[in-house]
């Protein structure tokens, strides 16, 4: 039994102390008494009792009530600590991630400082070396006064020797580009091999597999276009060399003069060995030149 419900039984009053029904010989009166509450002696105890039972059964009944009303009220009592309970432990953890993803981004933002910082760092090395009156400089002995032969000079070390560009693959965009535009053929060839990774997402070397099929397949005509030319340079260079042997040489510039052109020797002249090779060109100028 709960303390509510013995709160509630002490509340009652004693025995004692409870109303009873008095009849009317006990109120002096020689009236006889009634048939229902003083028939008999047991008759009048028992209706002396029934009362009480009635007070004692309403009084259960009410503290029945009270305790059922108490249960129902603990019931949802505890449901409500439950439920409180739930969001509790809800919100905990809720804010238990809460500060695990706080820390983690906390992490990752510390990480990014330091990458950026050390980043910043390497730019503003490079910027420094890159420009005039950063570098370091080396004091060149027995050098004195402030003139400009004077100063504090600059003079590379190793480390900056080794940073110096020996490809025109290790400039870079904005040199590539001047480059270019002053006509300089490595740095268009530079320039489309990057266009080339750009557009296949592939690497340096393999940019230059795509340029070796690019070549094959812009030459596959090569020949027969450049066919013209190539007779035609020659027919020029194997002319000129027969010119001059026919006009300087002497068996075939007498042979060409006798069975072509129909010439004859110089007066005085038996035969064409008496002439020098200056003599021959002279001789077969003379008649050659329209």
């Known amino acids: 039994m709960s303390a509510l419900a013995l709160a509630a039984i002490r509340r009652l009053p004693p025995a004692a102390a409870r109303p009873t029904r008095v009849t009317s010989s006990a109120r002096g009166g020689a009236a006889p008494c009634c048939t229902r509450w003083c028939a008999s002696p047991a008759a009048s105890s028992a209706s002396q009792a029934s009362p009480n039972e009635l007070v004692l059964k309403r009084r259960a009944d009410e503290i029945a009530a009270s305790l059922k009303q108490l249960e129902v009220e603990n019931a949802e009592l505890r449901a409500q600590l439950r439920v409180q309970n739930s969001l509790s432990r809800q919100r905990n953890e809720l804010l238990t991630r809460s500060l ?141 060399i027969a010119s001059i042997v026919l006009v300087f040489w002497a068996p075939v510039a007498e042979w060409y003069a006798t069975e072509v052109a129909g010439e004859q020797l110089p007066e005085g002249v038996k035969e064409i060995g008496e002439l020098t090779m200056n003599q021959v060109g002279t001789w077969t100028w003379s008649w050659m030149e329209p």
């Open 100 to 240: 695990e993803a706080a820390a983690k981004e906390r992490e990752l933002f510390q990480e990014q400082l330091v990458s950026l910082t050390r980043d910043f760092h390497a730019l503003a090395e490079k910027f420094y070396a890159e420009n005039l009156g950063w570098g370091a400089r080396v004091q060149r002995k027995g050098v004195e006064g402030k003139g400009g032969q004077s100063r504090m000079a600059f003079r590379p070390d190793v480390e900056y020797a080794m940073k110096q560009p020996t490809h025109v693959c290790e400039l870079a965009h904005q040199s590539l580009a001047e480059l270019a535009m002053l006509g300089n053929h490595c740095a268009r060839r530079e320039r489309l091999l990057r266009e080339v990774m750009c557009v296949d997402g592939i690497s340096w070397g393999q940019a230059h597999e795509v340029l070796n099929k690019l070549d094959q397949f812009n030459e596959r005509y090569y020949w027969i276009e450049t066919m013209p030319y190539r007779l035609g340079i020659t027919t020029a260079f194997i002319s000129g």
